[in-house]
């Protein structure tokens, strides 16, 4: 499995934008970035995926470095509920079924 | 569309008991997947179902755990003669379609514990 590392944890104010890295230096060409998050006491959720280019949706936007070995998960504006674990996930055409969770960091949104 | 659902959502057992649990996949959905996670780790692979082929394992799944997806529809994974270790969150998901592009859609889990 390819590798990703994250911070153990991140802190945040409400309304305040975060920025969350993760670097995954032995990313091949062909592997796709997904995020996921969990939130407490339940099931982790999918939040954005991409493979060269920036991506926005509704939930959070991703920043992909133009060599690939690092991305970043950007939440605009943090609110009380985007408090969650936060995972980056490399996803390579050999383990194409499965999501390889790291330990992710560990968002914490003061009000 | 309901999401994904997992029955029970708790489960207490006396080691070396039999246990099952059941996952119902959004509908259409025809992977399904099991994943374990333990308090502070993130979740892992256990196995998966393309429709109602189970077609990888983990290493993780001994002899002692399966899993059947009879109809392509709902899943079920048993544990026999359960051990204190096998005390986990036990998590449901499934997507549409595979591919490194597919989403895939959790359940809230079953939370196992063995006494």
């Known amino acids: 499995d390819a590798k990703t590392t994250q911070p153990n944890s991140m802190e945040s104010n409400e309304e305040e934008p975060v920025h969350l890295p993760c670097n995954h230096s032995?990313?091949?060409?062909?592997?796709?970035i997904h995020w996921y998050r969990q939130l407490p006491s339940q099931g982790p959720e999918y939040v954005i995926h991409?493979?060269?280019s920036n991506v926005n949706n509704r939930m959070a936007s991703l920043a992909i470095a133009e060599d690939r070995k690092s991305s970043t998960l950007i939440l605009h504006r943090a609110t009380l509920r985007d408090a969650a674990v936060y995972y980056c996930?490399?996803?390579?055409?050999?383990?194409?079924?499965?999501?390889?969770f790291g330990a992710g960091t560990t968002v914490t949104v003061r009000a | 569309d309901t999401g994904v659902s997992q029955d029970p959502r708790h489960k207490i057992t006396k080691r070396g008991q039999n246990v099952t649990f059941r996952c119902d996949p959004i509908?259409?959905?025809?992977?399904l997947y099991w994943y374990r996670q333990t308090l502070g780790q993130g979740p892992e692979f256990l196995t998966y179902?393309?429709?109602?082929?189970?077609?990888?394992k983990s290493r993780l799944l001994s002899d002692r755990f399966s899993a059947e997806r009879p109809k392509g529809s709902f899943s079920t994974l048993e544990i026999q003669r359960t051990e204190q270790g096998d005390s986990a969150m036990y998590l449901c998901?499934?997507?549409?379609?595979?591919?490194?592009?597919?989403?895939?859609?959790f359940g809230p889990g079953t939370r196992l514990t063995v006494t």
């Open positions: 991409g493979l060269t």
């Open positions: 179902f393309q429709n109602e082929a189970q077609l990888e």
């Open positions: 998901a499934s997507s549409l379609t595979g591919g490194l592009a597919s989403q895939q859609y």
């Open positions: 032995t990313i091949s060409g062909t592997d796709y």
């Open positions: 996930i490399l996803r390579d055409v050999v383990d194409d079924y499965k999501l390889s």
């Open positions: 509908s259409e959905h025809n992977r």
